[in-house]
C-alpha cells in the first residue's frame, strides 16, 4: 500500500552526492562519464584546432619576404626627399619589404601609372609622393604667417583642418572588396 519511506525517498533534494543507494551512484556514474567526455572533446577540439592555428603562426616572418615596394617621388621637393629618405632608413627588418626609389619618369601617366603597376604585381606596395607637395606646404606657411591673432577664431571655426592637419597622406584602396553578400 502507502509506504512512507518511499514517499520520502521521491522528495527533491533528499538525496546527497555521496549517499549509497543505487538510484544516487548510477545518476553519479553518469554525470560524471558526461563531465569527463565533455572536457576530453573539448580538449582535443583545443589541441586539433588552434594546434593548427599556432602552426600557421609559428614562423610567418620567414614566409614573408622578398616583397618589393617603390618609392616614387613626383614631387622633388624636401617633403619628397625626406619621405624617400624616411623610408630608405626604416628601422624595421628589412628581410620583409625592399624598398627601392623609382623614378616618376618611367610612370608618363603620373598616379595612374603607379596604380597600374600595384595591380599588375610589378611591386607589392607603392609610396608616391604628390606633385606640387613642396610649393603646397610653403604656400600654407606663408598663409600662416599671415594670420592675425583678430582672425585666428574666424580660421578655427570655418576650417579647423587647416590649422591641426596642414599635412597629410591617404590611403588610397584600389581593389576594394566591394562583393555584394
Given amino acids: 500500500m502507502f509506504d512512507p519511506e518511499s514517499k520520502r525517498a521521491d522528495r527533491p533534494f533528499t538525496h546527497g552526492l555521496l549517499d549509497r543507494d543505487a538510484g544516487t551512484r548510477a545518476a553519479l ?3 560524471f562519464k558526461i563531465i569527463l567526455l565533455s572536457t576530453v572533446l573539448i580538449s582535443l577540439t583545443i589541441w586539433a584546432v588552434l594546434g593548427i592555428y599556432w602552426g600557421a603562426n609559428w614562423r610567418v616572418y620567414q614566409g614573408i619576404h622578398n616583397m618589393n615596394g617603390w618609392i616614387v617621388d613626383f614631387d622633388g621637393g624636401l617633403i619628397g626627399s625626406t619621405v624617400t629618405q624616411a623610408y630608405l632608413n626604416a628601422t624595421g627588418s628589412q628581410e620583409q619589404v625592399s624598398w627601392a626609389v623609382v623614378s616618376p619618369n618611367n610612370f608618363p601617366n603620373g598616379e595612374s601609372g603607379v596604380i597600374d603597376a600595384v595591380l599588375n604585381e610589378r611591386c607589392w606596395v607603392a609610396v608616391m609622393q604628390q606633385p606640387m607637395a613642396q610649393a603646397m606646404a610653403v604656400f600654407a606657411l606663408e598663409q600662416a604667417r599671415r ?10 571655426g570655418s576650417a579647423p583642418e587647416l590649422i591641426l592637419q596642414p599635412l597629410n597622406y591617404t590611403i588610397e584602396n584600389i581593389r576594394p572588396f566591394d562583393v555584394q553578400v
Fill in 147 to 156: 594670420l592675425s591673432p583678430s582672425n585666428t577664431s574666424t580660421l578655427l
Fill in 29 to 31: 556514474k553518469s554525470y
